[in-house]
């Protein structure tokens, strides 16, 4: 056995919103098969603008309704034999060779919602309804006027979802991965039973507009999504929203919208959309080749890592390990 998979803990997939698409890249009677959280699934988007997420295998005779599966208005047709089904309840709505439709022709579908640029879906390995919900945030949806159209950008990266998560509240790593200077000084708001979890912090940076004292503000709802709003240039903002969504429990699809003030923009070009997409690519090779420790051996200066692995037990239906370990002194 190879020594990383013999050390892995494999952590199950956790519960919350997930996305499955740009907004942009799903037209009307766009119909696409897609497979996160373990599931293989169908995405489509309604005649009416609706999007939609089926089960993709078809109840009748189990075809992956993701090939060659057509929108009919708010239904989706199975290619094999033209069964539809209902979009939103995921009913069979017609056989075109039959009269009477069997009571258990039905599919399950999934709660979908459409926000912030993104399709989202909500995953809970126990099958419950939703339990929360995130806000809007209006410069990734109809756009604004001082800022600049949001950019995207998307990988596959070879991680499991906490692990990528993680990353964000670890302000240590960002002196030995990112370059920093100094450890960013950081606050965290959260309550370990809110799925709402905030991490602030400050450093000075330079940039080819000058240098300055540059806050940091990344907010996340869950495990999926995390809004990243950057001040500290007087009269100019840059916001980044990443959604990251399990495949399965060894990697990852996440997708990046990134948009920025115009006069940002103006200043810095496009030079300063690349750092941010670098910096990503910093940390690729530590979330391939590293293993996930369960119960982690913790310093002082972890205290925010410790913090974070407490919040993040209550995506899980069954959560694995402790959160984190001291040596007694
Ligand atoms: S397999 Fe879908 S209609 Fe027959
Ligand atoms: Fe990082």
């Excluded at 100094?182 to 809110?194: G, K």
């Amino acid at each position: 056995m190879a020594r990383r998979e013999k050390e892995h803990v494999q952590l199950p997939v956790p519960n919350g919103w997930f996305a499955v698409e740009f907004s942009r890249e799903l037209r009307p009677g766009d119909v696409k098969p897609i497979h996160y959280c373990g599931e293989d699934l169908v995405l489509f988007r309604t005649r009416s603008g609706q999007a939609r997420v089926l089960d993709a295998f078809c109840p009748h005779l189990g075809a992956h309704m993701g090939y060659g599966g057509r929108v009919m208005a708010e239904t989706l047709r199975c290619p094999f034999h033209a069964w539809q089904f209902d979009g939103t309840t995921g009913d069979c709505t017609h056989i075109p060779y039959c009269e009477r439709i069997p009571a258990l022709a039905k599919i399950r579908s999934w709660d979908v919602q459409e926000k912030n640029g993104f399709i989202w879906i909500w995953y809970h390995s126990g099958g419950e309804a939703p339990q929360w919900d995130f806000p809007s945030q209006p410069v990734f949806e109809d756009g604004a006027a001082e800022w600049s159209e949001p950019r995207a950008f998307e990988k596959v990266l070879e991680a499991h979802i906490q692990d990528t998560h993680e990353n964000n509240n670890d302000p240590v790593h960002f002196l030995y991965v990112h370059g920093a200077t100094e450890v960013p000084e950081s606050t965290i708001r959260f309550t370990p039973d809110s799925t709402h979890y905030q991490i602030e912090s400050t450093h000075e940076a330079v940039y080819p507009n000058g240098t300055f004292q540059m806050t940091f503000v990344r907010d996340s709802w869950g495990l999926g999504l995390n809004c990243m709003d950057m001040k500290g240039i007087p009269g100019a903002g840059l916001m980044m929203f990443a959604a990251t969504t399990p495949i399965d429990g060894h990697s990852v699809h996440s997708r990046w919208l990134l948009t920025a003030t115009n006069n940002m923009v103006d200043l810095a070009g496009e030079e300063f959309m690349n750092n941010i997409t670098s910096g990503i690519e910093q940390d690729l090779d530590i979330w391939k080749y590293k293993v996930h420790r369960a119960n982690p051996v913790f310093c002082e200066g972890d205290h925010y890592l410790g913090d974070y692995r407490k919040w993040v037990r209550q995506f899980y239906t069954h959560p694995v390990g402790d959160a984190g370990r001291q040596e007694d002194r």
